[in-house]
C-alpha cells in the first residue's frame, strides 16, 4: 500500500480513552483558604472547520493571537457568533462508526494569558476545568498538560512547576467532536466550548487532597454518626455539636437529621495541616428496605422534575443566580426531587440543594441512545474498550459530588441499553459508595440497580407495578429481584407544549402504592434559544431553525417552564397536583379536612386562612387553626359561621364558594411567608344559581354606534328591511341566519360549530404508538377543514332555527347540527344540537361554537375556573372564582403555537370596551372559554410565536367539549375518561349587551 493511504494512528480526541495526563478525581469544594484564580473572562478564540486545520503553534507563549476574536470564557462558541448550535434527540448527527468522529470538526482554539497575584506563594497548584465538550487538549506556558474527554465533569492537572508570576499562557484546543461524543448522545443542543468554569488553585503543603464525609442518622435513637475520611489526616469540628475530631475517627451524637424538607445543616471545619475547608454537615441515611426506598427510615415520595441545564442565551451555560433561580422556583412549586438528566449539574448547583433542601438522583454524563437506532451494533457500553473510558466518568462523578447530602442517589447514566460497561460503573459506585442506592432505567432485568425505573409507563401499568403484579421477566430471578424493588419513573409527563394531562392520575396512585415513589416529569425546561427575527422580533429557536440537515424540531422544548423560565400552565398544574398539604372539604355539613402530606415536616410551619365567596366576591375570611399535624394525619375542623348564615350557608346571591388556603407563616430561604403551598375548595350548602349580574362595573357613555335595531326588542322574529331577521336584542341575515348584530355590536364572524383545534404536541403524538397521532388522525378524517352546508332557515313563532350539515370533504361523516335561537326582552339564547352522522372513528378535538367580535372587546371578566388554562385533564389548579384579564394576557406563549389558553367551568363571561360598553354569554351548561387575536387555523399553521399575527377580530371558542391532553408527544395519551367521543350533544349560551348605567 502507497504509504500516504495506509490509515494514520487514531488522534487522541477519537481514541476511546478518557484521555491523558489529569489528576485522579477528587471532591469539589467552593471555597477554602487556600488562593485560587479565576481564569473566566475574554479568552482569545480561532475557529477552525478541521481538528488539525493548525498546527499546535499557538500553543507557544510568544505566538501571537492579538487579531483572534475576544471570546468570554465560559460559554459555548455557536451561542456566541462562531458557528451555530444543532438539536438531534436520538441520532448522532454524523455517521455511527465508532470511535471515528468527521473530518469536519468544528476546533476552537482558546489563549489567555494571566499573572499570579503578588501574595502568590509557589509550589504546588492544580489547573481546574468544571466542564468543556468534548475534548480539550491542553497546554500551560507551551508545556502540554494533557487531553480529557467528559464533558460535564471536571478534570485537574497538576502545573505548579509551570507557573511564572506574570505573562502565563494558557492553550485549549477544544473540538466538538470525539470518541467522548459517542457517549453524549442526550437529548438537548450540540454546544461545544468550554462552559463552566476555569480556575487555578493553590495547593499548600499538607492541603486537602480529599475527603469523604460520612454523615448518617439513625431514627430509632435520633443520633447522628460523622467521620470525615481526609488524606491527609487532620480534624474536623463542628461547634454547634461540641465535635472536634481527628479525621477517620467517628463520633455519635444526638442531631436534627437532614430532609429535602427540613435541609437542617451543621456548619463544621475540615483541617489539615496545609489548609482549611468549611463544611456543611447534613446527617441522614438512604436505604432501600423491604422494597421501598427509605430516607431516615421513613419511605419518601418523589415529586420529581428532570433538569437540564439550560439559558435561553448562554445554552448550558449557568450562573449561581440562575441555579438558585431554578430551586427557588422549583420549590415555590412543591417540587422536592430533581433526576439531573443527564449529566452531573454544575457543582454549585449541589450546594444550593444541599441548603434549599432536594433530593438529588445524580446521574453520569452518559448516553449512547443513536445506537438504538443501528439495533446497539457497536454500543460503547458492552465493548470493554470503552470501560475505561465509562469507569473514568462513574468516579468522576462519584468523587465529585459525593459529600452532598442532597445526592441520594447515583444513576449510571440514560439509555445506553444495556452491557458489561455498565455493570463495571455499578460495581465500582457501590464499592466506593455502598451507602447510596444505583439507578439505571434501560435494563429491565435490574441487574446492577436497586429500584426499578421506568419512562412514560401508563398508569394501567404503574397500577399494575404498585401492586408487584405486573408482567413478569422472562428470567425468573431477575424477576423475582426486580419485583422486590421500588419503583420510581425516572421520566413520566411528558411536558411538550400544552400538558402534560393525567399528572393527578399518576399522583393518586403514588399515594396509593407503597412501590411507587413517585417520579419525575420531563422535564424543568424548554431549551429554546433567544433568536431575533429581521424585524427584530423576539422568538425561541428550536431544532431546525439554524438549518440542521438533521433535527428533531421542537422536541427540545417540553418543559415545565419557557426557556426564560417564566412557568407555563404544567407547571401551576403540577404544584397543585404535588402539594404536600390535602385540604379538602364538605360545605353542607359544615367542615374541613386537612392532611398532612408530607413525609418529614409538620404542618407548623404554615398558616391556613379561609375564605367565602359568593359569586366570586370574598364576604369573609379568616383565620384557620390547623394543629401542628404529624406526616400522613389528618384533622377534621369546623368552618366559621358567616355573615348572612349558619356555618356553611351562602350568604347573598350567586353561588358560594369556601377556599381554604395553606402558606408559609414565616420567610423561608425560597420564599417569603404569605406564600400558598396548597389550597383546597368546596362548594358552600346550598348554592342559589342566580342569573348573572348584566351591569358593568363601570359606568360610562350612552352606546356610541348606531344600533340596527330599535327598541323594544322582539320576542318574535320579524323580517325587517334589509333583508334581515330581528329577534331580541339580535339581528340576523335572513338568508342564512347568521347573526349579524347583537345590540348595537357589530358581529364580525356569526356564530357556528367548531371542532378544530390547532393540534397540541401531544396531539400529534409520536411514531411509538400510531393510534395516539391525533393530530394525522383528525387530518385524514378532514376536521381541520370542515364546511358548513346550511340545509335551512326557519322563522317560527317564538324561535329562529338554523340548521347546517358540518362536515369534511371526500368522507361521509357529519355533525348535524341546529341552532335554535329565541329571545328574552334583552337577551339572546342559543341552544345547539349536535348529531353525529357517520362512523366517527376519532374523538372530535373540541365541539362548542366559535364567534367573532370586533377587536376592541378586549377586557375580560369571567366567573368560573381560573385564572390560568384548563383541559380535562390539566384542570387540577383551576379554582372557581371571579377574574379580570385581557385577550392577550389569555394566550399561553408555547414556544411553537398550539392550542392554548382556554378556562374551565365558565359561567359567565363579560367582555368589555374601553368605555365600559360590552357583551355577557352565559352558558348552560358551564363551558370552555377561549379568546383570541386569530383564528384556530392560523394558531395551526404557526410554527414560531412570530407568526401569529393579530387580527381585527378577537375569536371566541365557547366550547362544550375539549379532547383531554394526555403525554401523547413521548408516552400515553389522555385516559379514556377524558377523550371526547362524536356523539350527541345539546348546549346552550345566551348573549347580551351588558347594562352601562
Ligand atoms: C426520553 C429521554 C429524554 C428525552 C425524553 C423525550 O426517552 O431519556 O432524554 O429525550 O425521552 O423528551
Same mark, same amino acid.
Given at each position: 500500500?502507497?504509504?500516504?493511504?495506509?490509515?494514520?494512528?487514531?488522534?487522541?480526541?477519537?481514541?476511546?480513552?478518557?484521555?491523558?495526563?489529569?489528576?485522579?478525581?477528587?471532591?469539589?469544594?467552593?471555597?477554602?483558604?487556600?488562593?485560587?484564580?479565576?481564569?473566566?473572562?475574554?479568552?482569545?478564540?480561532?475557529?477552525?472547520?478541521?481538528?488539525?486545520?493548525?498546527?499546535?503553534?499557538?500553543?507557544?507563549?510568544?505566538?501571537?493571537?492579538?487579531?483572534?476574536?475576544?471570546?468570554?470564557?465560559?460559554?459555548?462558541?455557536?451561542?456566541?457568533?462562531?458557528?451555530?448550535?444543532?438539536?438531534?434527540?436520538?441520532?448522532?448527527?454524523?455517521?455511527?462508526?465508532?470511535?471515528?468522529?468527521?473530518?469536519?470538526?468544528?476546533?476552537?482554539?482558546?489563549?489567555?494569558?494571566?499573572?499570579?497575584?503578588?501574595?502568590?506563594?509557589?509550589?504546588?497548584?492544580?489547573?481546574?476545568?468544571?466542564?468543556?465538550?468534548?475534548?480539550?487538549?491542553?497546554?500551560?506556558?507551551?508545556?502540554?498538560?494533557?487531553?480529557?474527554?467528559?464533558?460535564?465533569?471536571?478534570?485537574?492537572? #497538576? !502545573?505548579?512547576?509551570?507557573? &511564572? $508570576?506574570? /505573562?502565563? *499562557?494558557?492553550?485549549?484546543? @477544544? +473540538?466538538?467532536?470525539?470518541?467522548?461524543?459517542?457517549?453524549?448522545?442526550?437529548?438537548?443542543?450540540?454546544?461545544?466550548?468550554?462552559?463552566? #468554569? !476555569?480556575?487555578?488553585?493553590? &495547593? $499548600?503543603? /499538607?492541603? *486537602?487532597?480529599?475527603?469523604? @464525609? +460520612?454523615?448518617?442518622?439513625?431514627?430509632?435513637?435520633?443520633?447522628?454518626?460523622?467521620?470525615?475520611?481526609?488524606?491527609?489526616?487532620?480534624?474536623?469540628?463542628?461547634?454547634?455539636?461540641?465535635?472536634?475530631?481527628?479525621?477517620?475517627?467517628?463520633?455519635?451524637?444526638?442531631?436534627?437529621?437532614?430532609?429535602?424538607?427540613?435541609?437542617?445543616?451543621?456548619?463544621?471545619?475540615?483541617?489539615?495541616?496545609?489548609?482549611?475547608?468549611?463544611?456543611?454537615?447534613?446527617?441522614?441515611?438512604?436505604?432501600?428496605?423491604?422494597?421501598?426506598?427509605?430516607?431516615?427510615?421513613?419511605?419518601?415520595?418523589?415529586?420529581?422534575?428532570?433538569?437540564?441545564?439550560?439559558?435561553?442565551?448562554?445554552?448550558?451555560?449557568?450562573?449561581?443566580?440562575?441555579?438558585?433561580?431554578?430551586?427557588?422556583?422549583?420549590?415555590?412549586?412543591?417540587?422536592?426531587?430533581?433526576?439531573?438528566?443527564?449529566?452531573?449539574?454544575?457543582?454549585?448547583?449541589?450546594?444550593?440543594?444541599?441548603?434549599?433542601?432536594?433530593?438529588?438522583?445524580?446521574?453520569?454524563?452518559?448516553?449512547?441512545?443513536?445506537?438504538?437506532?443501528?439495533?446497539?451494533?457497536?454500543?460503547?457500553?458492552?465493548?470493554?474498550?470503552?470501560?475505561?473510558?465509562?469507569?473514568?466518568?462513574?468516579?468522576?462523578?462519584?468523587?465529585?459530588?459525593?459529600?452532598?447530602?442532597?445526592?441520594?442517589?447515583?444513576?449510571?447514566?440514560?439509555?445506553?441499553?444495556?452491557?458489561?460497561?455498565?455493570?463495571?460503573?455499578?460495581?465500582?459506585?457501590?464499592?466506593?459508595?455502598?451507602?447510596?442506592?444505583?439507578?439505571?432505567?434501560?435494563?429491565?432485568?435490574?441487574?446492577?440497580?436497586?429500584?426499578?425505573?421506568?419512562?412514560?409507563?401508563?398508569?394501567?401499568?404503574?397500577?399494575?407495578?404498585?401492586?408487584?403484579?405486573?408482567?413478569?421477566?422472562?428470567?425468573?430471578?431477575?424477576?423475582?429481584?426486580?419485583?422486590?424493588?421500588?419503583?420510581?419513573?425516572?421520566?413520566?409527563?411528558?411536558?411538550?407544549?400544552?400538558?402534560?394531562?393525567?399528572?393527578?392520575?399518576?399522583?393518586?396512585?403514588?399515594?396509593?402504592?407503597?412501590?411507587?415513589?413517585?417520579?419525575?416529569?420531563?422535564?424543568?425546561?424548554?431549551?429554546?434559544?433567544?433568536?431575533?427575527?429581521?424585524?427584530?422580533?423576539?422568538?425561541?429557536?428550536?431544532?431546525?431553525?439554524?438549518?440542521?440537515?438533521?433535527?428533531?424540531?421542537?422536541?427540545?422544548?417540553?418543559?415545565?417552564?419557557?426557556?426564560?423560565?417564566?412557568?407555563?400552565?404544567?407547571?401551576?398544574?403540577?404544584?397543585?397536583?404535588?402539594?404536600?398539604?390535602?385540604?379538602?372539604?364538605?360545605?353542607?355539613?359544615?367542615?374541613?379536612?386537612?392532611?398532612?402530606?408530607?413525609?418529614?415536616?409538620?404542618?407548623?410551619?404554615?398558616?391556613?386562612?379561609?375564605?367565602?365567596?359568593?359569586?366570586?366576591?370574598?364576604?369573609?375570611?379568616?383565620?384557620?387553626?390547623?394543629?401542628?399535624?404529624?406526616?400522613?394525619?389528618?384533622?377534621?375542623?369546623?368552618?366559621?359561621?358567616?355573615?348572612?348564615?349558619?356555618?356553611?350557608?351562602?350568604?347573598?346571591?350567586?353561588?358560594?364558594?369556601?377556599?381554604?388556603?395553606?402558606?408559609?407563616?414565616?420567610?423561608?430561604?425560597?420564599?417569603?411567608?404569605?406564600?400558598?403551598?396548597?389550597?383546597?375548595?368546596?362548594?358552600?350548602?346550598?348554592?342559589?344559581?342566580?342569573?348573572?349580574?348584566?351591569?358593568?362595573?363601570?359606568?360610562?357613555?350612552?352606546?356610541?354606534?348606531?344600533?340596527?335595531?330599535?327598541?323594544?326588542?322582539?320576542?318574535?322574529?320579524?323580517?325587517?328591511?334589509?333583508?334581515?331577521?330581528?329577534?331580541?336584542?339580535?339581528?340576523?341575515?335572513?338568508?342564512?341566519?347568521?347573526?349579524?348584530?347583537?345590540?348595537?355590536?357589530?358581529?364580525?364572524?356569526?356564530?357556528?360549530?367548531?371542532?378544530?383545534?390547532?393540534?397540541?404536541?401531544?396531539?400529534?403524538?409520536?411514531?411509538?404508538?400510531?393510534?395516539?397521532?391525533?393530530?394525522?388522525?383528525?387530518?385524514?378524517?378532514?376536521?381541520?377543514?370542515?364546511?358548513?352546508?346550511?340545509?335551512?332557515?326557519?322563522?317560527?313563532?317564538?324561535?329562529?332555527?338554523?340548521?347546517?350539515?358540518?362536515?369534511?370533504?371526500?368522507?361521509?361523516?357529519?355533525?348535524?347540527?341546529?341552532?335554535?335561537?329565541?329571545?328574552?326582552?334583552?337577551?339572546?339564547?342559543?341552544?345547539?344540537?349536535?348529531?353525529?352522522?357517520?362512523?366517527?372513528?376519532?374523538?372530535?378535538?373540541?365541539?362548542?361554537?366559535?364567534?367573532?367580535?370586533?377587536?376592541?372587546?378586549?377586557?375580560?371578566?369571567?366567573?368560573?375556573?381560573?385564572?390560568?388554562?384548563?383541559?380535562?385533564?390539566?384542570?387540577?389548579?383551576?379554582?372557581?372564582?371571579?377574574?379580570?384579564?385581557?385577550?392577550?394576557?389569555?394566550?399561553?406563549?408555547?414556544?411553537?403555537?398550539?392550542?392554548?389558553?382556554?378556562?374551565?367551568?365558565?359561567?359567565?363571561?363579560?367582555?368589555?370596551?374601553?368605555?365600559?360598553?360590552?357583551?355577557?354569554?352565559?352558558?348552560?351548561?358551564?363551558?370552555?372559554?377561549?379568546?383570541?387575536?386569530?383564528?384556530?387555523?392560523?394558531?395551526?399553521?404557526?410554527?414560531?410565536?412570530?407568526?401569529?399575527?393579530?387580527?381585527?377580530?378577537?375569536?371566541?371558542?365557547?366550547?362544550?367539549?375539549?379532547?383531554?391532553?394526555?403525554?401523547?408527544?413521548?408516552?400515553?395519551?389522555?385516559?379514556?375518561?377524558?377523550?371526547?367521543?362524536?356523539?350527541?350533544?345539546?348546549?346552550?349560551?345566551?348573549?347580551?349587551?351588558?347594562?352601562?348605567?
Amino acid at each position: 500500500m502507497h504509504e500516504a493511504l495506509r490509515p494514520a494512528a487514531v488522534p487522541y480526541y477519537e481514541d476511546p480513552s478518557p484521555g491523558s495526563g489529569a489528576l485522579p478525581p477528587r471532591a469539589w469544594w467552593s471555597t477554602s483558604d487556600a488562593r485560587y484564580v479565576s481564569l473566566n473572562g475574554a479568552w482569545r478564540f480561532r475557529l477552525s472547520e478541521t481538528a488539525d486545520a493548525h498546527g499546535d503553534d499557538f500553543a507557544r507563549p510568544e505566538f501571537d493571537a492579538t487579531r483572534w476574536d475576544l471570546l468570554p470564557v465560559p460559554a459555548h462558541w455557536p451561542l456566541q457568533g462562531h458557528g451555530s448550535p444543532a438539536y438531534t434527540n436520538v441520532v448522532y448527527p454524523f455517521p455511527v462508526d465508532p470511535p471515528r468522529v468527521p473530518t469536519e470538526n468544528p476546533t476552537g482554539d482558546h489563549r489567555r494569558s494571566f499573572d499570579l497575584p503578588d501574595d502568590w506563594p509557589g509550589g504546588a497548584a492544580l489547573l481546574r476545568f468544571d466542564g468543556v465538550e468534548s475534548c480539550a487538549r491542553v497546554w500551560l506556558n507551551g508545556a502540554e498538560l494533557g487531553t480529557f474527554k467528559g464533558s460535564r465533569l471536571p478534570v485537574e492537572f #497538576e !502545573v505548579g512547576e509551570l507557573l &511564572r $508570576p506574570r /505573562g502565563n *499562557v494558557l492553550a485549549v484546543r @477544544v +473540538h466538538q467532536w470525539s470518541s467522548g461524543s459517542y457517549l453524549e448522545d442526550q437529548d438537548m443542543w450540540w454546544l461545544p466550548g468550554i462552559f463552566r #468554569e !476555569v480556575t487555578l488553585i493553590e &495547593r $499548600p503543603e /499538607g492541603s *486537602v487532597a480529599d475527603f469523604f @464525609v +460520612h454523615a448518617d442518622y439513625d431514627h430509632v435513637t435520633g443520633a447522628g454518626t460523622l467521620r470525615v475520611d481526609c488524606e491527609p489526616g487532620g480534624s474536623v469540628s463542628v461547634p454547634e455539636l461540641g465535635l472536634d475530631l481527628a479525621t477517620g475517627e467517628s463520633a455519635t451524637v444526638p442531631v436534627e437529621p437532614w430532609s429535602a424538607e427540613i435541609p437542617r445543616l451543621y456548619d463544621a471545619e475540615l483541617a489539615t495541616e496545609g489548609e482549611r475547608i468549611p463544611l456543611r454537615v447534613g446527617f441522614r441515611t438512604v436505604a432501600v428496605e423491604d422494597g421501598v426506598f427509605k430516607v431516615n427510615g421513613r419511605r419518601i415520595l418523589l415529586r420529581g422534575v428532570n433538569r437540564h441545564e439550560f439559558h435561553p442565551d448562554h445554552g448550558r451555560v449557568l450562573d449561581l443566580e440562575t441555579m438558585r433561580q431554578d430551586l427557588v422556583l422549583m420549590k415555590r412549586h412543591n417540587i422536592n426531587a430533581v433526576r439531573t438528566s443527564h449529566y452531573p449539574p454544575h457543582p454549585a448547583f449541589l450546594d444550593l440543594c444541599d441548603e434549599l433542601g432536594m433530593w438529588i438522583v445524580d446521574e453520569c454524563d452518559l448516553e449512547t441512545h443513536g445506537f438504538e437506532v443501528i439495533g446497539w451494533r457497536g454500543n460503547p457500553v458492552d465493548d470493554e474498550r470503552w470501560t475505561p473510558a465509562l469507569l473514568d466518568r462513574a468516579a468522576r462523578m462519584v468523587e465529585r459530588d459525593k459529600n452532598h447530602p442532597s445526592v441520594v442517589m447515583w444513576s449510571l447514566g440514560n439509555e445506553c441499553g444495556t452491557g458489561r460497561g455498565l455493570s463495571a460503573m455499578a460495581s465500582w459506585i457501590r464499592d466506593r459508595d455502598p451507602d447510596r442506592p444505583i439507578h439505571y432505567e434501560g435494563d429491565p432485568s435490574c441487574a446492577d440497580t436497586d429500584v426499578y425505573s421506568r419512562m412514560y409507563a401508563d398508569h394501567a401499568e404503574v397500577a399494575l407495578i404498585g401492586r408487584r403484579t405486573e408482567l413478569p421477566l422472562p428470567d425468573a430471578e431477575s424477576d423475582a429481584k426486580r419485583r422486590s424493588l421500588p419503583f420510581i419513573l425516572c421520566e413520566y409527563a411528558h411536558a411538550m407544549g400544552n400538558g402534560p394531562g393525567g399528572l393527578s392520575e399518576y399522583q393518586r396512585l403514588f399515594e396509593t402504592h407503597e412501590r411507587c415513589q413517585g417520579g419525575f416529569v420531563w422535564e424543568w425546561i424548554d431549551h429554546g434559544l433567544r433568536q431575533r427575527t429581521r424585524a427584530g422580533v423576539e422568538f425561541f429557536a428550536y431544532g431546525g431553525d439554524f438549518g440542521e440537515e438533521l433535527h428533531d424540531g421542537n422536541f427540545v422544548c417540553d418543559g415545565l417552564v419557557f426557556p426564560d423560565r417564566t412557568p407555563s400552565p404544567g407547571l401551576i398544574e403540577y404544584k397543585k397536583v404535588i402539594e404536600p398539604v390535602r385540604i379538602d372539604g364538605d360545605g353542607a355539613a359544615g367542615i374541613v379536612r386537612v392532611t398532612n402530606g408530607y413525609d418529614f415536616a409538620d404542618l407548623s410551619p404554615l398558616s391556613f386562612r379561609w375564605t367565602y365567596e359568593v359569586e366570586g366576591d370574598a364576604v369573609d375570611s379568616g383565620d384557620l387553626e390547623v394543629p401542628a399535624l404529624a406526616p400522613g394525619a389528618t384533622a377534621e375542623l369546623k368552618l366559621p359561621r358567616v355573615p348572612g348564615g349558619g356555618s356553611g350557608t351562602p350568604a347573598g346571591e350567586g353561588e358560594a364558594w369556601w377556599t381554604v388556603r395553606a402558606a408559609l407563616a414565616d420567610d423561608t430561604g425560597w420564599a417569603p411567608a404569605g406564600h400558598e403551598v396548597a389550597w383546597g375548595q368546596f362548594a358552600a350548602a346550598a348554592s342559589t344559581t342566580t342569573a348573572p349580574r348584566t351591569s358593568a362595573a363601570s359606568t360610562s357613555a350612552a352606546p356610541t354606534s348606531a344600533a340596527p335595531t330599535e327598541a323594544p326588542h322582539t320576542k318574535t322574529p320579524r323580517r325587517a328591511e334589509g333583508g334581515v331577521v330581528l329577534l331580541g336584542p339580535g339581528t340576523f341575515d335572513a338568508a342564512t341566519g347568521a347573526l349579524r348584530y347583537l345590540d348595537h355590536f357589530q358581529i364580525a364572524g356569526a356564530p357556528r360549530l367548531d371542532v378544530w383545534r390547532a393540534p397540541t404536541d401531544n396531539d400529534a403524538g409520536s411514531g411509538r404508538h400510531p393510534d395516539l397521532q391525533l393530530d394525522r388522525r383528525w387530518r385524514e378524517a378532514g376536521l381541520h377543514r370542515m364546511r358548513h352546508r346550511l340545509d335551512g332557515v326557519a322563522i317560527g313563532a317564538d324561535a329562529l332555527t338554523v340548521t347546517t350539515r358540518v362536515a369534511p370533504a371526500a368522507g361521509d361523516i357529519g355533525l348535524r347540527t341546529v341552532f335554535t335561537w329565541t329571545a328574552t326582552d334583552d337577551r339572546l339564547r342559543l341552544t345547539v344540537d349536535v348529531t353525529p352522522e357517520g362512523d366517527w372513528t376519532v374523538p372530535l378535538p373540541r365541539i362548542g361554537l366559535r364567534l367573532g367580535v370586533c377587536g376592541s372587546l378586549d377586557g375580560v371578566e369571567w366567573f368560573g375556573g381560573g385564572p390560568g388554562e384548563a383541559y380535562p385533564d390539566t384542570r387540577a389548579a383551576s379554582r372557581i372564582g371571579r377574574y379580570t384579564s385581557t385577550v392577550d394576557a389569555l394566550q399561553t406563549p408555547y414556544v411553537r403555537p398550539q392550542e392554548n389558553g382556554a378556562r374551565a367551568d365558565v359561567r359567565w363571561v363579560r367582555l368589555r370596551r374601553e368605555d365600559g360598553q360590552g357583551l355577557l354569554i352565559t352558558g348552560d351548561p358551564d363551558f370552555w372559554f377561549a379568546a383570541r387575536r386569530w383564528t384556530g387555523e392560523q394558531l395551526d399553521t404557526a410554527e414560531h410565536t412570530y407568526d401569529l399575527t393579530p387580527s381585527e377580530t378577537i375569536w371566541l371558542n365557547l366550547d362544550h367539549g375539549q379532547q383531554g391532553i394526555g403525554s401523547g408527544s413521548c408516552g400515553p395519551g389522555a385516559l379514556p375518561q377524558h377523550w371526547l367521543t362524536a356523539a350527541p350533544a345539546t348546549f346552550s349560551f345566551t348573549f347580551g349587551a351588558l347594562e352601562t348605567t
